[in-house]
């Protein structure tokens, strides 16, 4: 009998760091953004594809575009960039496609076109792989619908949550599944084999004694993969990136110390602003879930300026960004007692202030475990 495996594991294989250095380089979007939207889309087609065959098991039009949809492959993308099988998405998703893009705008702060084409790109993969099923299961095998039914679990834990959060009418939960619960990860990661590489990879820095993690710049390869919490629930993360790092210390036995802190890499501001720029959101969520899914864990938080020429100036605009900070986890859900925030105006920048892109890098907030 005829069973395709596990139909998330196959999306992430097909979504390949070849298919991501090609679409970052058409997009001019970071392939880290580019797998995380992907994955959250076909997930999202995956769900409401189960759902349309529940309410319409006999649907011949939909099976025939289906089963004729080729396996998605490198060669396919530019075809793919394009209005890929419109009539596939306006069944599964009638007149919420423009809105889901529009959700993935704000949420990822895309440009409509590039999520546009991303969700292009996702259906191709997905009724590819939808085809492959049909024109290769038995009169043994469960129908697509029970195929996709029997793999609910799966389907559910990768949906992309903060955005579903946004859409409580929209896209409810299946009844006979939980979104909240522990629910088991994908047995296969994104690209087994980069799981060799090294999980820890820091920049040091001795900077008044404090050792300052960084991620790692990245390499022409990507490293997406899911990180699975203590609460269950997974985070799709770059193996290089800070919140992969701080997973990892927390997880570990290592003592707690003053000197061990993390740069919030992509926790950004303008020039004498307090407020978080629209692209710090992605890791100010993900530090919220990192904090839920440890409820042990307490943190202090380090705000830090480019350099003025005033420097009371500078701590005072330290310590309003890392209060800013500070409220936003605590707006979030996360218990005041457990986040401290303290200032250090424009000591220990990480670059020299020469160029306004090494300032925007020292206006940042840094991280310290304190307890966990």
């Known amino acids: 009998m005829y069973q395709m495996g596990n139909v998330i594991n196959q999306q992430m294989a ?4 070849q298919v991501l250095t090609v679409l970052e380089q058409k997009l001019v979007t970071a392939k880290e953004k580019i797998a995380l939207c992907l994955n959250g889309m076909g997930a999202l087609i995956l769900q409401k594809t189960r759902d349309y065959l529940h309410r319409n098991d006999n649907s011949l039009r939909f ?18 960039l394009g209005k890929f099988s419109p009539a596939l998405l306006t069944m599964v998703l009638g007149h919420k496609v423009k809105r889901l893009t529009q959700l993935f705008v704000s949420f990822y702060v895309l440009e409509k076109q590039v999520a ?13 792989l939808l085809g492959q099923y049909l024109r290769q299961r038995s009169l043994q095998s469960p129908s697509l619908k029970g195929w996709l039914e029997w793999q609910l679990p799966q389907i559910a834990a990768a949906q992309p949550t903060a955005v579903l959060n946004q859409l409580p009418a929209l896209i409810p939960a299946d009844p006979a599944v939980s979104r909240t619960g522990s629910l088991a990860p994908p047995k296969r990661r994104i690209w087994p084999w980069l799981m060799l590489a090294l999980l820890l990879v820091s920049l040091l820095f001795s900077l008044r004694g404090f050792s300052v993690l960084q991620p790692m710049q990245a390499s022409g390869q990507s490293d997406v993969t899911y990180r699975r919490l203590a609460d269950g629930k997974q985070l799709l993360l770059s193996q290089r990136s800070v919140e992969n790092l701080l997973i990892t210390y927390i997880e570990s036995n290592a003592p707690t110390s003053e000197k061990r802190w993390f740069t919030l890499d992509r926790m950004q501001f303008d020039t004498n ?50 209060d800013a900070v500070r ?38 907030i840094d991280l310290r475990v304190v307890e966990k």
């Open 273 to 322: 602003r307090t407020e978080l720029t629209p692209a710090s959101q992605e890791q100010l969520r993900n530090i919220v879930d990192i904090l839920r899914a440890y409820p042990d864990v307490e943190i202090q938080l380090g705000g830090y300026t480019d350099k003025s020429t005033n420097e009371q100036m500078d701590r005072r605009l330290s310590q309003d960004r890392a």
């Open 327 to 364: 409220m936003a986890l605590v707006k979030m859900g996360i218990g005041e007692s457990r986040i401290s925030a303290e200032g250090y105006g424009s000591a220990y920048p990480l670059v020299p202030n020469d160029s306004e892109a090494n300032r925007a890098k020292n206006r940042r």
């Open 14 to 17: 097909a979504i390949s760091p």
């Open 63 to 80: 099976r025939q575009l289906v089963g004729r949809t080729p396996p998605f492959e490198l060669g396919f993308l530019d075809e793919a």
């Open 116 to 128: 546009e084409r991303l969700f292009s790109v996702a259906s191709a993969v997905v009724f590819g």
